[in-house]
């Protein structure tokens, strides 16, 4: 695995660390089927740029046999996310309701609604919160359909190579789910950036005339 070089790009590398071991995988790369030798290899790479999460995940996760090398992934992504947003993600977070939060922390309006120890309970450690369910819909990757280089090929770096077996089965899955075929379409329509004006109803009351006898 090699180390992440530059801490912006980390999006990026992400995405081509998850094709690699789910790739490996597929073909049966023993070093792909070993969690325990995933994680590690994953924590000397990213030290560097995020000694905090590295540190916490040492402690709580490396060793512990539960978490497996796609928890862990998601785990990292939603810690990156908050301390180097992508700038597809950073302008949408300065707005959202409620303003920034801490990891693990509730914005205030939900905190108002007096949720208490229901929302306790969702909470996870050292940057959990996505569902392992979040895989790609396309090749089963560990990222959005949207990321997805098989689905979108033209998304791709020039360097990277497809694997014939994944090509075909992505293929076919788009051919035979409707669903999925819907969902590559709304992914590939390019959005309006023009906001849509609602048309208001006038203000205006309307007088009736009155008649004195």
């Known amino acids: 695995m090699k180390p992440m070089r530059v801490v912006t790009q980390w999006d990026t590398w992400l995405t081509e660390v998850d094709h690699a071991v789910t790739e490996g995988r597929a073909t ?34 490396l060793r512990d046999a539960t ?12 810690n990156a996310d908050l301390m180097h947003p992508t700038k597809s993600r950073s302008n949408k977070a300065a707005f959202a309701a409620g303003g920034p939060t801490l990891d693990n922390e509730e914005p205030d309006n939900e905190k ?9 309970k969702r909470r996870q450690p ?3 919160g996505l ?25 791709a770096p020039e360097d990277w190579q497809p694997r014939d077996y994944i090509t075909k089965m992505v293929k076919d ?40 006898e």
Request: aromatic share 10%.
């Open 28 to 61: 049966g790369v023993p070093e792909c089927l070993n969690d325990q030798f995933i994680k590690k290899d994953f924590v000397s790479s990213v030290s560097k740029h995020f000694s905090t999460w590295t540190t916490s995940f040492i402690v709580h996760g």
């Open 67 to 78: 978490v497996t090398a796609t928890e862990m992934f998601l785990q990292f992504r939603q």
């Open 112 to 120: 108002k609604r007096g949720r208490g120890r229901n929302a306790q």
């Open 126 to 128: 050292y940057g959990g």
């Open 131 to 155: 569902s392992l369910s979040q895989r790609c819909k396309a090749c089963d990757g560990l990222h959005t359909l949207s990321k997805c280089w098989y689905a979108f090929p033209d998304t």
């Open 173 to 212: 899955r788009i051919s035979n789910t409707p669903d999925l075929q819907d969902d590559v379409r709304f992914t590939k329509r390019p959005r309006s950036k023009t906001p849509a004006i609602k048309k208001s109803q006038s203000a205006t009351p309307t007088v009736e005339p009155t008649y004195e």
